[in-house]
């Protein structure tokens, strides 16, 4: 017998940016910028100011609704197969004060090693279940990367 759970959730939290916030990108990028190309590195200057374009595009962009599903096959994000077990090494539950709670798993590659799931806490605790008849459960410290995103509101 198949044993599954799936849900529904946004692909990231968003959270509404003040003007003040997209003021400061745009500072950042020129200043930047301006400072690469009195330098004499004009490819990083306009590296910024693209980037700069970039965050605030992605900034305002609003998150996917996506269909999640665990079940004895493997990990699904929509009707495809993200992850077989094969692929991971291990999971862990995060709970996250204020969000959704968050599955992480750690995936057999060096690019880009974690994957983060959004989940309610009350159906966490069954997929935590599922996850532990196919792969150990340890504790996966949040990166750098995700630490700065959290402090700068992305």
Do not use: C
Request: no cysteine.
């Amino acid at each position: 017998m198949e044993t599954s759970i799936n849900w529904k959730a946004a692909e990231y939290s968003h959270s509404e940016k003040t003007t003040k916030w997209f003021v400061w990108v745009v500072v950042v990028a020129v200043g930047v910028s301006v400072f690469s190309f009195l330098k004499g590195n004009f490819f990083f200057g306009a590296f910024s100011l693209i980037a700069g374009a970039l965050i605030i595009m992605f900034a305002r962009r609003r998150p996917q609704i996506f269909e999640f599903t665990i079940s004895d096959k493997g990990i699904y994000i929509g009707k495809v197969v993200a992850l077989e077990y094969d692929q991971v090494e291990s999971f862990a539950i995060r709970s996250r004060e204020g969000y959704l709670d968050e599955i992480v798993l750690k995936k057999k590659s060096m690019i880009n090693p974690h994957l983060h799931l959004p989940i309610d806490s009350a159906l966490a605790k069954k997929a935590r279940e599922i996850l532990l008849e196919k792969l150990p459960e340890e504790e996966h410290n949040e990166s750098i990367v995700d630490i700065i995103f959290d402090f700068i509101g992305f």
